[in-house]
């Protein structure tokens, strides 16, 4: 993880470090580039709400401030408490980049996957070199677009309130409905 000098703003590194790692919510914000929004205690527990981009092998926080208000109403909605969690605290292990909880049953479920060996035919099928991509239905293709065009389709995409994959999807199905 790297973070970016005005993320600082009187913030430790390691404040910032604390709430990555501790993350209770991160959600995806945007794409070109791909963007991230992360709440999380800081070393002191105070939630904060911050903005990276998503790199090859980390994250670059660009922006890092107390969380509002409206953010911890968010919080509460997104993470619901775990029953086994004592009232009045998140559970240990924050949410998953689609909202799901990782609770102490999960992490044990996965890791009892992960003991056991994973079918290696399958995971052939879905290596390749890069960041995973995000959960998809259907197959991902590749497609070149010059950064004039990636800029374009971005600020169409935004516009429509569709993430720039939507929107080449979309643009691909409407030219093969033709």
Do not use: C, K, W
Not at 122 to 143: I, K, S
């Amino acid at each position: 993880m790297d973070i970016h000098p005005a993320a600082l703003d009187g913030r430790s590194r390691a404040d910032i470090f604390s709430a990555v790692e501790n993350a209770r919510l991160t959600t995806h914000i945007g794409n070109a580039p791909t963007q991230i929004f992360i709440v999380g205690p800081d070393t002191t527990g105070v939630d904060l709400e911050m903005t990276a981009v998503v790199r090859h092998e980390d994250v670059f926080v660009l922006h890092a401030a107390p969380a509002r208000p409206a953010t911890r109403a968010l919080l509460a909605e997104v993470v619901p408490p775990d029953p086994q969690t004592p009232a009045g605290t998140l559970p240990d292990y924050g949410t998953a980049a689609d909202d799901y909880e990782l609770t102490s049953a999960v992490i044990d479920r996965l890791s009892g996957e992960a003991e056991a060996g994973y079918d290696v035919d399958y995971l052939l099928t879905r290596t390749r070199p890069g960041r995973p991509a995000p959960m998809t239905v259907g197959a991902v293709v590749r497609v070149g677009l010059s950064q004039t065009d990636l800029t374009d389709a971005a600020a169409q995409a935004e516009a429509e309130g569709v993430t720039v994959e939507q929107f080449v999807a979309d643009a691909v199905e409407m030219l093969l409905e033709r």
